[in-house]
């Protein structure tokens, strides 16, 4: 008897830069492998399926060319997918070269594609609320568990579809995205409704599921995220790293402060800088953030005092987007990392600044207390003037600085890829798939 399988969406896992939803994609392909099981991916391409050349279904999940199907082929399958899609097993090959900044090949034994699912589901979705069945065709096996790595409007007939929900933003916040809130509660109440189990990634998402929801406890598990970084660029000689970040950022080891992240509302930037610039603090401020959705307003104060003449130009450094292997050594680097978020289903950067040693300020709000436990300085999001005296306070404590350090090395044990899996192994056998 084989082993058994489980097969995750490539939906984020496909997109060029990448996402958080995309890092914890990556996690859990390398969990369900640690676990024995048969890792799969299922991507929905722009290109159709070629039948005789098996390659070309290879080449075109990664194919950065995205024709644009015909007004008549788009409205057809738009029709038509409440009956369903068809996707076609594709082995991985050592042919074609996956983009590096997207974080490679995915670690899985077999690909699925099936042209078009993710845009013609949303668009199916939107325009008669209804799910669009996936159907695994050709003569691979299928696999045994569906697990959605977000709220999509997919399904699996004839095996568990688990869904994770990573946070309800879009209802608590919505000031704070660009959703379509209406078709985002419709798509969220139908999950709540026909999912065979949820996974969610902390205990403040559960509490808003079943708050706004009704899920009952036993087809909602808490599994958190987890964060591996890779050995070659944690165990790079610290004189190695603090050469590499003085060389390219011209600033100091340990010399500065850290935001990172998408720059848009909820991640709280417009405050970062107020505080940052009212405590007074001798070290500078780098922002490593590419343009989310709504960043006029995070933006402005930063863009004002980097023109302002009384304002060192050098003060606050703006960065859209990094390498991962030189953001690492940047987070290794800081001063402290600054992540007073809004709201957050989990809050990787938290995590990553932890488990390098980096100290955090972040806030009281949403997971973020989950995840930085005892060891971070926690404020209120909206409370400007005590961000302004936690950024002091760490400025100027060289022993406040290491107890952090330490206090968050050990916070992040608590998320280690080990706990991480033997919780999926765990949601997965009690699901039939172990």
């Known amino acids: ?102 974080g490679g090949r995915p670690r899985a034994e077999r690909y699925w594609v099936s042209p078009q699912l993710f ?139 850290l935001f990172f992240g998408a720059v848009e509302p909820k991640k709280n930037l417009a405050r970062v800088v107020e505080a940052y610039l009212a405590s007074g603090a001798a070290q500078p401020l780098i922002v490593v953030g590419g343009k989310g959705w709504l960043e006029e307003d995070e ?9 302002d003449k009384r304002v060192r130009r050098d003060k606050i450094k703006l960065w859209e987007h990094l390498p991962f292997s030189m953001l690492v050594q940047l987070v290794r680097g800081a001063r402290a990392t600054l992540f007073p978020s809004l709201y957050e289903g989990f809050g990787l950067p938290v995590l990553e600044s932890m488990l390098l040693g980096t100290p955090v300020i972040t806030s009281t709000a949403g997971s973020l207390p989950e995840v930085a436990g005892d060891a971070a300085l926690s404020v209120d999001p909206y409370d400007t003037r005590a961000l302004t005296e936690a950024i002091r306070a760490l400025s100027a404590d060289d022993d406040l600085a290491l107890e952090l350090a330490t206090r968050g090395r050990a916070q992040a044990a608590r998320f280690s890829p080990q706990a991480h899996r033997a919780r999926l192994a765990a949601l997965y056998a009690r699901l039939g798939a172990g």
């Open 119 to 257: 845009h013609t589901a949303n668009r199916a979705f939107r325009a008669s609320r209804t799910f669009t069945p996936v159907r695994f065709g050709g003569v691979a096996p299928a696999p045994d568990l569906m697990h959605w790595t977000t709220a999509l409007p997919l399904c699996a007939p004839g095996r568990p579809n688990l869904y994770t929900v990573h946070d309800l933003i879009p209802l608590r916040l919505p000031h704070a995205t660009l959703d379509n809130k209406r078709a985002f509660f419709q798509l969220m109440r139908r999950i709540a409704r026909r999912a065979d189990h949820i996974a969610v990634v902390s205990e403040a998402t559960k509490r808003d599921l079943q708050s706004l929801f009704g899920v009952p406890d036993e087809r909602v598990s808490v599994t958190w995220q987890a964060v591996s970084l890779p050995e070659r660029l944690t165990a790079l000689p610290e004189a190695t790293a603090a050469a590499e970040v003085e060389a390219v950022f011209r600033v100091p080891w340990k010399g500065y402060f």
């Open 1 to 102: 008897m084989g082993k058994g399988s489980v097969c995750i969406d490539g939906f984020n896992l496909a997109l060029p830069k990448g996402s958080g939803i995309a890092t914890y994609g990556r996690n859990l392909l390398e969990a369900i492998e640690g676990t024995g099981l048969e890792a799969q991916v299922l991507f929905g391409p722009a290109a159709g399926i070629s039948r005789k050349h098996p390659l070309l279904n290879e080449i075109a999940i990664t194919d950065a060319f995205t024709p644009e199907p015909r007004p008549w082929r788009r409205a057809w399958a738009t029709a038509t997918a409440r009956f369903g899609c068809e996707a076609w097993p594709v082995e991985p090959s050592d042919q074609v070269i996956w983009p590096a900044r997207g």
């Open 299 to 307: 933006l402005a104060l930063l863009k004002q005092a980097r023109r």
